[in-house]
């Protein structure tokens, strides 16, 4: 009874077994709990990236308005004045930072420095690249991300100019 | 001297989709000790409570790779994880995720295996006799231990694919071969034996390839034997961009009679 894929990369159904995929999908990076730093990293660096992409866009259309005249840049820009729109903008700020510090991080690591080299593993297996020296990284990246955001919090809400 | 014992309970993931059984879980309560294994805990289930109970093992000491489940959340082996270390008195054991699901806990490894058989996972040499017809002809190559040390730990791989179910980029594309053929290519392209780097390489610089990895770690985080597939994954991508060189010399072959 055996059981023989359909192509090369597809989950098989072949003989008399019937199989179900368990791919998790979208839910499978959904979920940053359970597997350390990295995977909070490489969570809140997508989310971080997507949530940039759709301020980009944003940002083409509020500039954009000002060739319907300054009436309509000045009610575009009046969105932003707004309690609302201050929040909004201080996780533009939060998500930039972040996304830029972590992104320089990725850069040195993805590219095999700052991760180690490879040696004989002992238990209880502590793997190389997980190490505290790259990992600094992210919570380097998370408090300037922090900073940034109590600052322009500062500068909005407060009376710092 | 006794030991002391509790009662725990165990949430089991049951399905079988050649009976069109709905998935559901099944609880069973067990006794269990210090150093009972979740896969103990399973086996008392299945011999005093359900013997139906679809469960993959085999050597019970983490070296075969077969009973790879995900315990409480996270992809673990169940020989290798002690109910005692999960600090929990609910322990819950689903198939393992990215894998299609055969019955209970029992998932296909096809998929997984034909990602690991398409890196060419041996040593390419043309200097290697195809068929040694004389004893005579029987020849090694010339490795320091630290030539070995370079891909020692990648070959400690038991393929048990609690990193592919872990990995977040093999849960969203079918076609990434996954931190376990990633990492081998690693292994092979470190190892002064072989001299197939180019053609590996072909086959993982590839859309859906090495470069759909974002060092998320979460493969090395969850594997058991120290092999650290993100390490070789980084370092493999280093040396695609011409970071990190690979100066390796390939070994010469030293006859039987040096």
Redesign the interface.
């Known amino acids: 009874m055996g059981i023989k894929p359909n192509s090369e990369n597809t989950p098989s159904t072949g003989g008399d077994i019937k199989l179900k995929s368990g791919r998790e999908g979208l839910m499978g990076w959904l979920n940053p709990t359970r597997y350390g730093w990295e995977r909070v990293s490489y969570w809140l660096q997508r989310l971080t990236g997507v949530g940039l992409l759709i301020y980009f866009i944003g940002h083409i259309y509020e500039t954009s308005s000002l060739v319907n005249g300054i009436n309509a840049w000045n009610s575009m820009l009046e969105l932003t004045q707004t309690t609302g729109g201050h929040i909004f903008l201080l996780l533009v700020i939060g998500a930039s930072t972040f996304h830029t510090v972590n992104g320089l991080r990725l850069i040195f690591t993805e590219s095999g420095i700052g991760i180690g080299r490879p040696g004989r593993p002992d238990y209880p297996y502590d793997a190389t690249s997980l190490n505290y020296k790259q990992k600094s990284g992210i919570w380097v990246a998370m408090l300037l991300a922090a900073i940034a955001m109590l600052y322009g919090g500062m500068v909005m809400f407060g009376d710092v100019s | 001297m006794s030991e002391e014992t509790n009662k725990i309970k165990l949430k089991v993931y049951r399905?079988n989709?050649?009976k069109e059984e709905s998935p559901h879980y099944d609880e069973f309560e067990v006794s269990v000790k210090r150093w009972t294994t979740v896969l103990d805990a399973l086996l008392d289930a299945k011999s005093y409570s359900d013997s139906s109970l679809g469960i993959r093992y085999s050597c019970r000491m983490a070296s075969c790779g077969s009973c790879g489940m995900k315990i409480n959340?996270?992809p673990r082996l169940a020989c290798y994880t002690k109910i005692s270390e999960l600090n929990d008195q609910t322990i819950v054991c689903d198939?393992?995720?990215?894998?299609?699901?055969?019955r209970d806990l029992v998932?296909?490894f096809?998929?997984f295996f034909?990602?690991h058989k398409?890196i060419e996972p041996y040593i390419h040499n043309e200097k290697v006799p195809i068929e040694v017809v004389n004893k005579d002809d029987l020849v090694e190559f010339k490795q320091t231990p630290e030539d070995v040390?370079?891909?020692?730990?990648?070959s400690?791989c038991i393929k048990c694919g609690l990193c592919y179910s872990?990995c977040?980029?093999?849960?969203?594309d079918?076609?990434f071969p996954g931190p376990q053929a990633l990492s081998q290519t690693y292994r092979y392209m470190?190892d002064n034996r072989d001299s197939g780097e180019s053609t590996r390489l072909d086959i993982i610089d590839d859309r859906h390839g090495i470069w759909r990895?974002?060092?998320?770690?979460?493969c090395?985080?969850?594997?058991?034997?120290?092999?650290?597939p993100?390490?070789?994954i980084?370092?493999?991508?280093?040396?695609l961009?011409g970071?990190?060189k690979n100066d390796k010399k390939i070994a010469t072959l030293r006859s039987k009679e040096e």
């Open positions: 399905t989709y050649n959340g996270k198939p393992l995720p990215s894998f299609p699901r055969i998932t296909d096809t998929e034909s990602h398409k040390d370079k891909y020692l730990q990648f400690y872990a977040p980029t093999v849960a969203t079918t076609k470190a990895c974002h060092f998320a770690g979460s090395s985080n969850v594997c058991p034997k120290g092999v650290d993100a390490l070789g980084q370092l493999l991508k280093g040396h961009i970071i990190t």
